[in-house]
């Protein structure tokens, strides 16, 4: 149970890194909102699925 629960914060932070990435390519208009939306929709339900929310708030500290 224990592996398990890493195995979630660690996609939970890979999920979290992923989304910062894909936010800076959409700033620097590398990506389109549509690929933006592609790229991360999974990513962001993961992290709702599963309280990916609070490791956000606890890394943007």
Excluded at 9 to 37: A, H, P, S
Excluded at 54 to 61: A, F
Aim: proline fraction near 0%; charge should be neutral; glycine fraction near 4%.
């Amino acid at each position: 149970m224990c592996e398990e629960n890493k195995v979630k914060k660690d996609l939970t932070v890979l999920c979290l890194e992923f989304i910062e990435m894909m936010d800076n390519l959409k700033k620097q208009g590398i990506i389109d909102q549509n690929q933006y939306r592609q790229l991360v929709e999974n990513k962001k339900r993961f992290l709702e699925d599963h309280g990916g929310n609070d490791l956000k708030q606890e890394k943007h500290r």
